[in-house]
């Protein structure tokens, strides 16, 4: 082989992270050959000696990498032929590189998915802690990024809280998918080796065997779907990285960010940046890019293994590595944040954030929503022309848009505790319905 080729198709600088994955099926695989026969026991238990040894020399950097050798197969089990010889040159027996990487693949996302479901739940118990430091305090709810009606700081949590649980729950799915058998697929079409495909799944704690093996020496469907899974991670995580820089400004200041992850500037002595925000909302598009590049590469390929499979990795691993990353660094930001719960207060009468409930109150009295819309609006032009908050408007102010306002019932809905303590809808922001939802999550988590 010429060495440019050697270099170009070499995939031991990044697949090299899979060698714990190969060892382990490799030991399935070779367990299996000898209880059908086709090992001796002593031939396995040298070769499962020899293997976990290779993992050791792996781990310590003593095992060189060689461009020559391709790929973490060919390194593992050439260090297994080197120790064992002919014993050595027997594990490959029905097995391909082409179930064999589909194998080690699925075994390291199964893994990987169960630290990000881990790390998702770190960052959910972030939230919900969350939710009884910040209890009682009262937000601006957005919409169009105008302020629009008053909520529980705890509502914009338990927010979060269901996004990520929905982000765990695709998760749960995907990992089904996952964990499915390639094998004993060999190179494509299967073996007329007597092996037991089952005890080998069993061994490596699939849950199912994959069927087919034409379609198990082509399929990546689940690395798409892990890294759409990731994507959407990314996404949830990118939005919070946008609101919370907004909040951190001077012009929000609602809420200080842990110094320890925030950054200085070199020529402007007072600035705090947010980078871990930025880079986290920056990294989504690496994600999302990822998610891109392994659909463009799976589109246009014939059944069955195509080398271009060996590109899966770099952006499987990227997309790990990256949301992994950015979880790890979410969580203590989550946790470290202090709400500006003065500054915030001061400026919650600002913006009418009262006047959809008392819109609400005056329809409670019989009239018609368009009607109580059209009526508020009057009152809102009222107050913004005296420069006042509407529950500073007099009786006066309310009697000359109705004369049948009663300023009394009306008035209690006003201001922001008002209004958020008459929200009563399932979901809503109404204080009751919150503490409900915060005692769920606690015994959820
Ligand atoms: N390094 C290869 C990959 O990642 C392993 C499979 C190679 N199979 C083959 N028939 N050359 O796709």
């Known amino acids: 082989m010429d060495q440019s080729l050697a270099r170009f198709s070499e995939s031991i600088s990044f697949d090299h992270r899979l060698y714990k994955h190969d060892i382990r099926g490799s030991i399935a695989h070779a367990r299996m050959l000898a209880k059908q026969g086709i090992l001796t026991d002593p031939e396995f ?3 499962e000696r020899e293997l976990l040894s290779i993992q050791d020399r792996i781990e310590r950097q003593e095992l060189p990498f060689r461009i020559e050798l391709e790929d973490i197969h060919m390194h593992i089990e050439q260090a297994l ?19 064999q990487i589909a194998t080690d693949l699925r075994l390291w ?51 979060y809280m269901e996004k990520l649980q929905r982000d765990r729950s695709r998760l749960a799915d995907c990992r089904r998918r996952v964990n499915s058998c390639p094998l004993g697929g060999a190179a494509v079409a299967g073996t007329s080796m007597p092996i037991d495909r089952r005890m080998t799944a069993q061994l490596l704690g699939f849950e199912s065997l994959a069927a087919n093996s034409i379609d198990i020496s082509s399929d990546r469907d689940f690395a798409v779907e892990s890294v759409f899974v990731l994507s959407m991670i990314a996404t949830h995580l990118s939005g919070w990285a946008e ?5 951190s400004t001077t012009e929000f200041g609602f809420l200080k960010l842990p110094q320890a992850f925030c950054t200085g500037s070199s ?5 705090v940046n947010p980078d871990t925000l930025e880079l986290t909302r920056g990294k989504s598009a690496r994600v999302i890019g990822n998610l891109q590049t392994l659909l463009v590469l799976l589109k246009g390929l014939p059944l069955a293994y195509n080398r271009d499979l060996q590109e ?23 946790q470290g944040s202090k709400l500006q719960t003065e500054a915030i207060a001061k400026r919650l009468d600002q913006g009418y954030l009262d006047a959809t409930a008392l819109m609400e109150a005056i329809m409670l ?32 102010d309310f009697l000359q848009v109705d004369p ?4 009394k019932s009306l008035r209690k809905s006003l201001g922001v505790q008002g209004a958020v303590e008459s929200y009563r809808s399932l979901g809503s922001s109404g204080p009751e319905f919150v503490a409900e939802q915060i005692a769920l999550w606690k015994n959820k988590l």
């Open 365 to 396: 009295q019989g009239i018609p929503q368009r009607t109580a819309h059209h009526k508020v609006g009057a009152l809102v032009a009222l107050a913004k022309e005296q420069n006042i908050t509407l529950a500073e408007l007099s009786d006066q």
């Open 312 to 334: 899966d990795k770099p952006p499987l691993f990227d997309a790990f590595d990256t949301v992994i990353a950015c979880l790890e660094l979410a969580v203590p930001i989550v």
């Open 109 to 159: 996302v199964r893994d990987q998915l169960d630290h990000v479901d881990e790390l998702l739940e770190q960052l959910q118990r972030a939230f919900l802690s969350r939710c009884d430091l910040d209890h009682g305090v009262i937000l601006p709810a957005y919409t169009h990024m105008q302020r629009a009606q008053p909520v529980l700081a705890a509502h914009y949590w338990l927010a």
């Open 81 to 99: 032929i080197d120790a064992l010889g002919d014993v050595g040159r027997k594990l490959h027996t029905a097995r391909s590189r082409n179930d």
């Open 243 to 247: 609101e919370w820089i907004l909040w």
């Open 267 to 271: 020529i402007m002595p007072q600035k």
């Open 404 to 407: 049948n306002f009663v300023g």
């Open 45 to 47: 238990l040298q070769i």
